[in-house]
């Protein structure tokens, strides 16, 4: 339900709040007042079109606010699935604004919590149906009649679409890749042969990062033996002394610690450089002793450098091909091994896909015949209900038929539906787009709508002057069948006809003021005095007599 709605600066309205009941909730005033404005912003609010023209002249940005209360369970989980806490109160908030540019945006908010348009749209789906005289031309659109028939579902029927949709899709995947595979199959065979290369190819080399990773470093060392050999011994006989008896480092190193030692009897601070010089001789004896292990080892191989020189360059052109880099090699052979094996999976061999396509077909056909059969049995329940309604409204003679043909496999199903109606006995049943006149459309819609009302979820109904075009019996017929309505919920309605007015549990006069070049509307909440004057208007126009006056207060004591 609606409780109360806030809209400052959209279009004429500068500042209006409006609280709201249960039961029917009349909105009346004159043709350009703004009572469609406000239907306007209630759209706005639950989804609608943004557009600079709802801002007010002068003003930043348009601001609409609703308070709406509902227990729905299905309306829970869809504020869950956006990370909205599931209330039964809850806050809806739209703001337009006018960028630099002329352009304009909207920020959207549920509970004060931002959401973008999508979330606000499929929330406000739950909380008002707004119904107007546009809404007509769905009746006068057959391609209209198949989405309209399955509103009417409960949430078993919606199981059952919903299955089949889901298999209709699969299907439509398996034999869009089987057309593929047939269309390209020379294409097919060459991506599998190239793949298959490329894998053999990378394979082969038996790629290890670790150890690859020190083949640069190793053929170094190969390469430049001979002079790490000569630094090497260099090294050593600089330390040692070499075969000519020359002096080495390390004598020299002794000759100083011994030096030093002698030394200490006559000034101990000398003990402390000895020991340091000792310290040292003994270190660069440790590097001599190495340097000669080091030079022992090395060992020049000229078929382990050829070997390295080959798979540096075998390593060279994978990573020219696949790289830069080794890694980037293994990632590419991973991902092409992946769809390597996809491609030549059993599943996907033109037979075993042929195959999958003819049992998913089968299975849709079956899912096809479930969900024709439940709506065979939804439009006999729709077309008995209708008729009933109908009845209410003055149309006790007509009668309303759902009529099925056969069609092209779609996500909707293999089968279409288009409304028939026949007005009178005796004229045959005829295309409901074909027949009925601008009265009986009416009826009809709202024999439709007050069918369906027993069935949605929706919190509110609002009827934008769904009774255009009818008057005297059937005009009160309407009034009392959107009465009813409002019994099992809630109805705010647009009205210029005194019977659907004054039926009407509250009523809101909207009035236009202009002051200069200002045009501003204003909502005032009726009293009983202001009601009679109102639907007194009605009956007799400007020029209000008493005896348009009584009949107003009759009308009005009726209801």
Do not use: W
Request: aromatic share 6%.
């Amino acid at each position: 339900m609606l409780e109360e709605i806030s809209i400052k600066n959209f279009a004429i309205i500068q500042e209006v709040s409006l609280t709201f009941e249960a039961g029917m909730t009349i909105l009346t005033g004159e043709t350009g007042a703004g009572k469609s404005i406000i239907i306007d912003a209630m759209m706005l609010l639950l989804g609608g079109r943004a557009s600079g023209d709802f801002i007010r002249h002068g003003a930043e940005k348009a601001e609409i606010e609703g308070l709406f209360r509902s227990a729905s369970k299905e309306l829970a989980r869809v504020l869950e699935s956006y990370g909205l806490e599931a209330t039964q109160e809850l806050i809806l908030r739209r703001e337009v604004l006018l960028s630099g540019d002329g352009s304009t945006r909207s920020v959207c908010r549920v509970n004060g919590q931002l959401v973008t348009l999508a979330a606000l749209r499929e929330i406000g789906e739950f909380l008002i149906d707004i119904h107007g005289q546009h809404d007509n031309q769905e009746l006068m659109n057959a391609k209209r009649h198949l989405a309209m028939l399955d509103e009417f579902g409960d949430a078993e029927f919606e199981q059952v679409r919903a299955a089949y949709q889901a298999i209709f899709e699969d299907y439509r995947n398996l034999r869009g890749e089987l057309v593929q595979r047939q269309k390209n199959a020379t294409e097919f065979a060459q991506r599998i042969e190239i793949l298959q290369f490329q894998v053999d190819e990378i394979e082969t080399a038996e790629i290890d990062l670790e150890r690859d990773a020190g083949l640069n470093e190793r053929r170094e060392k190969l390469v430049h033996a001979k002079e790490i050999a000569d630094d090497l011994n260099r090294a050593y006989f600089a330390l040692e002394g070499d075969e000519a008896n020359e002096v080495g480092g390390l004598v020299s190193v002794r000759t100083a610690s011994d030096a030093l030692l002698g030394l200490v009897k006559f000034d101990k601070d000398y003990e402390e450089l000895s020991k340091r010089v000792e310290d040292a001789f003994y270190s660069l004896e440790d590097v001599a002793e190495e340097l000669s292990k080091a030079a022992e080892d090395l060992e020049f191989n000229p078929s382990e450098l050829t070997a390295i020189e080959e798979r540096l360059g075998m390593l060279g052109m994978l990573k020219k091909k696949y790289g830069p880099d080794l890694s980037d090699v293994m990632a590419y052979y991973e991902g092409i091994s992946r769809e390597l094996s996809n491609l030549t999976g059993s599943e996907n061999d033109l037979e075993s896909l042929s195959n999958a396509v003819k049992e998913k077909q089968s299975e849709l056909l079956h899912a096809a015949d479930a969900l024709n059969a439940s709506r065979h049995e939804l439009a006999k329940t729709l077309e008995a209900d209708i008729k009933r309604e109908l009845a209410d409204l003055y149309m006790e003679k007509a009668d309303f038929e759902v009529r099925f043909t056969a069609a092209k496999f779609s996500a909707h199903g293999n089968e279409s539906v288009e409304f028939y109606i026949q007005t009178n006995p005796g004229e045959g049943f005829k295309p409901l787009a074909k027949t009925a006149s601008g009265g009986e459309l009416s009826r009809l819609m709202l024999a439709i709508k007050s069918s369906f009302a027993r069935h949605e979820n929706k919190t509110a109904i609002v009827f934008d002057e769904v009774d255009t075009g009818v008057s005297g019996r059937v005009a009160q017929a309407i009034a009392e069948k959107i009465y009813k309505i409002a019994k099992s919920g809630q109805v705010l309605a647009i009205s210029h006809l005194p019977q659907v007015v004054a039926i009407a549990d509250v009523q809101y006069g909207i009035e236009k003021a202009v002051a200069g070049d200002v045009t501003t509307s204003t909502v005032t909440r009726l009293n009983a005095a202001a009601r009679v004057e109102e639907v007194a208007k009605m009956l007799a126009g400007d020029k209000v007599t008493q005896e348009a006056r009584a009949q107003a207060k009759l009308l009005l004591s009726k209801n």
